[in-house]
């Protein structure tokens, strides 16, 4: 059998342009939509994890903003725990300072009302006590008790300390104006005579002295220059039972026996 070399060159031919068309216009499109596809599929895959790490970088942020959050609830809660506590010690301290405060009050209140009441007794006491020994007194006064005060006076003068006599003196020398002599009574000039000579004995001066009578001494005689004085009265006496009675209303046991006061002359 012979072969046709121009029939089977020109199959050959036209394979090859068979081919080639399918290629150019086949196969090409096809593969190229294929590329394009599988380009596609991986870009939408790779936005995909895209998508998905930034999801889950979301998820994370939001957990760790929860955390957060947590975290500062409780310590706004703890602040705010430890703020109310110590409102509440504040509070209740107040309280008690007030409370404190107003029992301090109320004790220092009934301790001025107490004292209030003792010296208002002690004061009616001591004027109704001077008032009945200054009448006493003065009922029984006569010629002999104011001699005898005299003496005692004159007695007080030749006992001064130095110091009291040295304050007396200078005020005596000092003075422009005549000392005075005053006494609850009228002296007698034999009195008069004998007191001057007392002074000026005392003093190792002549003395020039103003007599006066001040029935306010109750029974007392007293020497006064520029505010120096030396005086002895039944008023001493009188004093020393009122300060004893004050003494035993201060007293806490209200059951102590006032102690004796020991009377005596009065220099300044």
């Known amino acids: 059998m012979l072969i046709d070399w121009f029939t089977v060159g020109a199959q050959?031919?036209?394979?090859?342009?068979?081919?080639w068309l399918l290629k150019r216009f086949l196969y090409k499109p096809i593969l190229d939509a294929i590329d394009a596809r599988e380009t596609k599929i991986a870009a939408q895959l790779a936005d995909a994890q895209h998508q998905k790490l930034e999801a889950q970088q979301e998820r994370?942020?939001?957990?760790?903003?929860?955390?957060?959050?947590?975290?500062?609830?409780l310590a706004l809660l703890s602040k705010a725990t430890d703020e109310a506590n110590s409102e509440r010690q504040r509070i209740l301290e107040a309280a008690r300072q007030a409370a404190d405060a107003l029992s301090a009050g109320r004790q220092e209140t009934l301790r001025?009302?107490?004292?209030?009441?003792?010296?208002?007794?002690?004061?009616?006491v001591a004027q109704e006590v001077f008032a009945i020994s200054r009448?006493?007194?003065?009922?029984?006064?006569?010629?002999?008790?104011?001699?005898?005060?005299?003496?005692?006076?004159?007695?007080?003068?030749?006992?001064?300390?130095d110091a009291t006599r040295e304050k007396l003196a200078t005020a005596l020398h000092t003075s422009e104006k005549p000392a005075v002599l005053r006494s609850a009574f009228d002296l007698l000039p034999a009195?008069?005579?004998?007191?001057?000579?007392?002074?000026?004995?005392?003093?190792?001066?002549?003395?020039t002295l103003r007599f006066e009578t001040d029935?306010?001494?109750?029974?007392g005689i007293e020497l006064?220059?520029?505010?120096?004085?030396?005086?002895?009265?039944?008023?001493?006496?009188?004093?020393?039972l009122d300060r004893g009675?004050?003494?035993?209303?201060?007293?806490?046991?209200g059951a102590g026996v006032m102690s004796k006061a020991e009377p005596g002359a009065s220099v300044a």
Do not use: H
């Open 12 to 19: 050959v031919l036209n394979f090859i342009i068979l081919v």
């Open 60 to 73: 994370e942020d939001y957990k760790r903003k929860i955390d957060d959050i947590a975290q500062q609830k």
């Open 112 to 124: 001025k009302e107490a004292a209030r009441l003792s010296e208002a007794i002690t004061q009616k």
């Open 135 to 161: 009448k006493a007194l003065t009922d029984l006064a006569g010629e002999s008790l104011e001699e005898r005060m005299s003496e005692v006076f004159m007695q007080r003068l030749r006992t001064m300390t």
């Open 191 to 207: 009195q008069q005579d004998s007191i001057r000579s007392a002074v000026n004995e005392t003093f190792a001066e002549e003395v």
């Open 215 to 219: 029935p306010e001494l109750v029974c």
């Open 224 to 240: 006064a220059a520029e505010g120096q004085r030396v005086s002895w009265s039944i008023a001493e006496y009188l004093g020393s």
């Open 245 to 253: 009675f004050s003494a035993l209303l201060k007293s806490n046991s």
